[in-house]
């Protein structure tokens, strides 16, 4: 079964960090570009940050620059997201997707897998 499970939300307040792990299962990412996209309530989806199968090139959305990195760990099968220098406006829930292709088909939405996500709230 093709699972990806997210954890490592919470609350925490403004300037925090947080990290969110999404573990895969039923399926090696070596082969998948992997990344995080985030919903805060209405509001559309953003592609918040991926990183490629291939060479390791990542991609972050312009407000989360120089606050957050992505790294994965293959051997662990699992993909990581350190936010720090967190703000109000990053509260929204967490999603991990993988595509089963490089970063133009991550950023193209061409998801193979989907975590239920993780809700982070930054606050005071």
């Known amino acids: 079964q093709v699972q990806l499970v997210e954890s490592g939300g919470g609350l925490v307040q403004p300037g925090g960090s947080l990290r969110l792990s999404c573990a895969a299962s039923?399926?090696?990412?070596?082969?998948?570009?992997i990344g995080w996209l985030r919903q805060a309530p209405g509001k559309e989806r953003e592609r918040v940050s991926c990183?490629?199968?291939?060479?390791?090139?990542?991609y972050y959305e312009d407000s989360v620059k120089g606050r957050f990195t992505i790294s994965r760990d293959n051997a662990k099968n699992t993909v990581y997201l350190q936010m720090n220098n967190l703000k109000p406006e990053d509260t929204a829930v967490y999603y991990c997707?993988?595509?089963?292709?490089?970063?133009?088909?991550?950023?193209?939405?061409?998801?193979?897998?989907w975590g239920q996500g993780t809700q982070v709230t930054v606050s005071s």
């Open positions: 997707a993988a595509s089963d292709g490089d970063l133009i088909q991550w950023l193209g939405e061409d998801f193979g897998a």
């Open positions: 039923g399926f090696s990412l070596d082969y998948y570009a």
């Open positions: 990183i490629s199968s291939s060479d390791g090139s990542t």
